[in-house]
């Protein structure tokens, strides 16, 4: 399977609202609580354009994860902080249909690469819930390092929620 990101376009929007409203169950638990309309295309143009708009301003990295050319998840560098932190925070998703086969491990690889190499950044950070093992593994294929435990980190699924942290440097190992 060939797995790819590419920069996130308006032209997204409707495949994106199908794999929400495919996907709402699966992500729910990892997720804060959306609204009943997230998953439909008006919203979802809401979210490609003010991502669109973060990334103009140098806040963001708005990526579609593709597989087999086929759009199956979102990676993002958010929060992107410039001066001397050069940092940003990575987050994603990839269809449940697409989980446990390396889609996820390799988009973020190529996600890392990115930020460090057009962003410039010098850190990536990123969060996850105490039991979410499958991403902290894919975080530890990355070579992100756990650095911590942050209590109600997050109001994930409607609570507020304990967070494992991570973070990898543009450094040599």
């Not at 399977?1 to 308006?10: A, Y």
């Not at 410039?82 to 690889?109: M, P």
């Not at 996850?128 to 109001?155: C, D, K, W």
């Amino acid at each position: 399977m060939q797995v790819e990101v590419r920069s996130l376009r308006p032209d997204d929007v409707p495949v994106l609202a199908r794999l929400l409203r495919a996907e709402r169950d699966f992500l729910a638990p990892w997720e804060p609580v959306r609204a009943e309309d997230h998953a439909t295309e008006e919203v979802q143009r809401e979210v490609v354009a003010q991502a669109l708009a973060d990334a103009a301003a140098g806040r963001a990295l708005p990526l579609v994860v593709l597989a087999d050319g086929a759009v199956v998840g979102r990676m993002t560098v958010s929060n992107v902080v410039r001066g001397a932190f050069q940092s940003g925070d990575l987050g994603y998703w990839v269809a449940s249909t697409h989980n446990g086969r390396g889609v996820a491990s390799t988009a973020v690889a190529l996600t890392v690469r990115r930020a460090f190499d057009e962003l410039g950044l010098h850190r990536l950070g990123a969060a996850t819930l105490l039991h979410n093992v499958r991403s902290q593994r894919v975080l530890a294929r990355n070579g992100f390092e756990r650095i911590g435990m942050a209590p109600r980190y997050l109001q994930i699924a409607g609570e507020w929620q304990d967070h494992l942290l991570f973070q990898r440097l543009d450094e040599p190992a």
